[in-house]
């Protein structure tokens, strides 16, 4: 397998916000995201737009149809779909605990308290919370407890 550009993660995800402009702000104020690059259309409607979490790359997109792309599905968010989740981004932070009382305090919605996901001798522990932000979209975020043996 070849490696990957240098500045970017085998995987990364998209996710689309009614107003993705305030989602990128909500974002990088509540779970410390970094701005990478902000790509503006006609009206400042959000284009494109990458999220940087150390490694990890987050784009961020306006729902609805994309101009020139008419065969694409449109985006949409959890808003938008009366609350409907089709994903849920994993996050690895250094502090569990840290990261949620910041969350907490920026407004997110937290929705499982910090706990620890013990999966066994053979395998690993994580101590994680899930939080909803501002559109619906579900997120965890998870600190490794204990490596597999």
């Known amino acids: 397998m070849k490696p990957t550009p240098s500045d970017w993660p085998r995987l990364s995800t998209a996710i689309y916000y009614d107003d993705a402009a305030k989602a ?12 990478r690059l902000r790509v503006e259309g006609e009206g400042g409607r959000i284009e494109h737009s990458e999220l940087m979490y150390g490694e990890a790359v987050v784009m961020v997109a306006q729902s609805g149809a994309k101009p020139g792309r008419e065969l694409h599905p449109p985006g949409v968010s959890p808003k938008s779909i009366g609350g409907g989740n089709t994903q849920c981004v994993m996050l ?13 305090a920026a407004g997110a919605k937290i929705v499982d308290e910090p706990a620890l996901h013990d999966y066994g001798e053979d395998y690993w522990a994580d101590r994680s919370y899930g939080a909803v932000d ?3 979209h579900l997120w965890w975020f998870t600190q490794r407890i204990r490596d597999k043996k």
Do not use: K
């Open 92 to 104: 690895f932070v250094d502090s569990v605990d840290e990261h949620c009382a910041h969350a907490r």
């Open 134 to 136: 501002l559109e619906g």
């Open 24 to 35: 990128i702000e909500w974002l990088c104020n509540t779970f410390n995201f970094a701005v």
